[in-house]
């Protein structure tokens, strides 16, 4: 039940309004239209730092923002990027049907629109986010050769919104490069409130499972890890309709259509494409083609030619990634071929076991290679040998029948071996336990006043495995208020543990506990809970009552003090059951005393133990404070 108040006390704080990690919320109105062309202006439900549009209709849609206690922006378009959506047929392509959706913009802290619709525009949504800044993520994670990037718990991911686990394609063969957030005048620290706030609006807003892009920079040289799934892995994105699957997708934030590209954003960006397009053993400088799924300019089995670096408008009728960047990237494919030499370029395998099976690559500058085949108990089952820029070999496998073979193509511990599988393969292992689940925080609502109810935090959470586990409690805008512990080492069992809440102003609290276990396994879940301090001071004297009419300690005294304007209930009970009403209605904020003389509708309270109840109406919802007592007779 206190979930429920908890849930409802926040929705009349902010109407229609999703919550989501690091305080970030999102809101959605419908905005009148109607004509040929409207121009209106709009307050809108909650201040906003990003906003996004959908639309009906095959007209065009303007906007602008108003910032708070500032002036109004120039005039926008809403959908620069019109094909930044899953592949057709894709579950999360099906979930906003029949609207057409729009970029999200990042425009700070501003609390009007104005909008102009040009030719048939049916029906317009606003789409309003709110992702507070914080301190710049200090974690960051490297793989061998990556930049720095600045993983989903660090940027403050919500995990608990995703609508569906990654999908994975067979190889990536191609990276597609955006730009997103519209604005360039962002700080530092700003950058993760974006791309926060970009999940929000794609997940909540567009339907979609999860952030659109793989990978996002930004003009400082930050990059961000996007979609889940692992930033290594071959995740299926949602940034290039019908060329999601094969391909990596890097949005740089800011608009380039005509403002330049920083050098710490090329700088980055250069050093994620070497980095991820070398593990995917593509030349940057290459070029492919590639088979469409689909989209306003490519219909679905077209077979376009692209680039190893493609722009967004390589892949469908859109103008991303801008003019200016668009006409960076041949010189900025050439400085990612020449950044972390030397390198295996498109291995291939052809035939199988039982017959004759040929291993192809390049390589970036001739160098000696091996070609090493082993079997199921990892044992050498063949071996090659060369020197050169070319590798070719054959391996006889007429006797090779049945089983699985893994193989590798190494060129030296400067280059990043190939490496796959040909044969029958195992079946794969079952998948690893979460690390960490079954996540608890009670009560929803703290009164931390004394009375013993309700004072404090109980949190209680499963590890699978033995992990270092971190607990942090972050207010509604998003600042680290109180670090329980951190990197603390704890056995694979339920945990469980109480914390005070006596220095948390009243409010909206979340807590976050990520943990990581030795094999590598990561989990953070997140819990919100609230602090409500309408009333404080609740006492009762005497402790021991005796309404026996000899004049001493014959009532009950019971007084509290309210910090603001409320509905009170004040009663007696016994083991949870009514016993008597002293009074029940609106108070002022101020102390309130209250006496009862032992009787109830039914006669006088026998002895035993009482409780004088106080239930509060407070901006949470109800609470209930308590403090026991006795009858004597």
């Known amino acids: 039940m206190r979930a429920l108040l908890l849930a409802a006390a926040v929705a009349l704080l902010a109407p229609g309004v999703a919550h989501a990690a690091g305080g970030a919320t999102i809101v959605s109105r419908d905005l009148p239209v109607g004509g040929a062309r409207t121009t209106a202006g709009a307050s809108a439900p909650t201040v906003f730092d990003l906003v996004g549009f959908h639309w009906q209709g095959s007209g065009t849609v303007l906007f602008r923002t108003h910032a708070v206690g500032g002036r109004w922006s120039s005039w926008r378009p809403v959908a620069p990027e019109a094909d930044d959506l899953p592949d057709p047929g894709a579950a999360e392509s099906s979930r906003r049907r029949g609207w057409r959706l729009g970029s999200p913009y990042w425009v700070g802290a501003s609390d009007r629109v104005a909008y102009r619709t040009?030719?048939?525009?049916?029906?317009?949504?606003?789409?309003?986010?709110?992702?507070?800044?914080?301190?710049?993520?200090?974690?960051?994670?490297?793989?061998?050769?990556?930049?720095?990037?600045?993983?989903?718990?660090?940027?403050?991911?919500?995990?608990?919104?995703?609508?569906?686990?990654?999908?994975?394609?067979?190889?990536?063969?191609?990276?597609?490069?955006?730009?997103?957030?519209?604005?360039n005048a962002y700080t530092r620290a700003q950058s993760a409130a974006i791309v926060r706030g970009i999940e929000l609006y794609h997940v909540r807003g567009n339907?979609?499972?999860?952030?659109?892009?793989?990978?996002?920079?930004?003009?400082?040289?930050?990059?961000?890890?996007?979609?889940?799934?692992?930033?290594?892995?071959?995740?299926?994105?949602?940034?290039?309709?019908?060329?999601?699957?094969?391909?990596?997708?890097?949005?740089?934030?800011?608009?380039?259509?005509?403002?330049?590209?920083?050098?710490?954003?090329?700088?980055?960006?250069?050093?994620?494409?070497?980095?991820?397009?070398?593990?995917?053993?593509?030349?940057?400088?290459?070029?492919?083609?590639?088979?469409?799924?689909?989209?306003?300019?490519?219909?679905?089995?077209?077979?376009?030619?692209?680039?190893?670096?493609?722009?967004?408008?390589?892949?469908?009728?859109?103008?991303?990634?801008?003019?200016?960047?668009?006409?960076?990237?041949?010189?900025?494919?050439?400085?990612?071929?020449?950044?972390?030499?030397?390198?295996?370029?498109?291995?291939?395998?052809?035939?199988?076991?039982?017959?004759?099976?040929?291993?192809?690559a390049r390589l970036s500058a001739p160098a000696p290679w091996t070609v090493t085949v082993r079997d199921a108990a990892g044992r050498v089952a063949a071996r090659g040998r060369?020197?050169?820029?070319?590798?070719?070999?054959?391996?006889?496998?007429?006797r090779a029948v049945g089983g699985s073979y893994t193989w590798t193509i190494d060129a030296g511990p400067l280059t990043r071996p190939a490496t796959g599988t040909i044969g029958k393969a195992p079946p794969p292992p079952p998948p690893a336990a979460p690390v960490l689940s079954a996540l608890a925080v009670t009560p929803q609502i703290i009164t931390p006043d004394g009375d013993g109810v309700d004072d404090a935090l109980t949190i209680s959470y499963t590890l699978a495995a033995r992990a270092a586990v971190t607990v942090t409690i972050t207010d509604a805008g998003g600042a680290v208020v109180a670090t329980p512990f951190s990197a603390q080492l704890q056995s694979a069992r339920m945990q469980s543990f109480a914390y005070p809440a006596d220095s948390f102003a009243q409010g909206g609290y979340t807590l976050a506990v990520s943990a990581t276990a030795p094999d590598g396994r990561t989990g953070v879940l997140q819990a919100a809970f609230a602090v409500d301090r309408t009333l404080s001071g609740l006492a009762?004297?005497?402790?021991?009552?005796?309404?026996?009419?000899?004049?001493?300690?014959?009532?009950?005294?019971?007084?509290?003090?309210?910090?603001?304007?409320?509905?009170?209930?004040?009663?007696?009970?016994?083991?949870?059951?009514?016993?008597?009403?002293?009074?029940s209605g609106p108070l002022p904020a101020g102390p309130g005393q209250y006496a009862w003389d032992g009787s109830t509708p039914a006669g006088p309270a026998p002895a035993g133990t009482y409780e004088a109840v106080v239930l509060v109406d407070g901006p949470l919802g109800r609470v209930r404070h308590a403090v026991s007592f006795t009858v004597s007779r």
């Open 118 to 183: 040009v030719g048939e525009v049916r029906r317009l949504r606003a789409w309003y986010v709110w992702s507070p800044t914080g301190p710049v993520p200090a974690r960051r994670v490297a793989m061998a050769g990556s930049p720095p990037i600045i993983a989903r718990p660090a940027w403050g991911a919500d995990e608990e919104i995703l609508r569906g686990r990654p999908r994975y394609a067979s190889r990536v063969a191609f990276a597609v490069v955006h730009h997103t957030a519209g604005s």
């Open 207 to 360: 339907g979609w499972n999860d952030i659109g892009y793989n990978f996002l920079v930004d003009r400082y040289g930050q990059v961000f890890e996007g979609r889940a799934g692992g930033v290594d892995r071959n995740v299926i994105g949602a940034h290039a309709q019908g060329f999601n699957t094969g391909s990596t997708g890097v949005a740089v934030i800011g608009n380039y259509s005509s403002a330049s590209l920083s050098a710490a954003a090329q700088k980055a960006l250069v050093s994620l494409l070497a980095w991820r397009l070398d593990v995917a053993h593509v030349d940057p400088t290459g070029t492919i083609r590639w088979t469409s799924g689909g989209n306003p300019e490519f219909r679905r089995g077209r077979v376009v030619s692209l680039r190893a670096v493609s722009g967004h408008r390589d892949t469908g009728p859109t103008s991303c990634p801008g003019a200016s960047l668009y006409a960076r990237l041949p010189a900025i494919a050439r400085a990612v071929a020449a950044t972390g030499l030397p390198k295996l370029y498109a291995p291939a395998v052809t035939g199988a076991p039982g017959g004759r099976v040929q291993f192809t």
């Open 386 to 398: 060369g020197t050169g820029a070319a590798v070719s070999w054959t391996w006889d496998a007429t």
């Open 540 to 583: 009762v004297t005497p402790a021991v009552v005796t309404p026996n009419a000899d004049g001493v300690d014959d009532a009950l005294g019971v007084s509290f003090a309210l910090s603001a304007p409320a509905n009170v209930v004040v009663q007696i009970e016994q083991g949870g059951a009514f016993v008597a009403s002293l009074f």
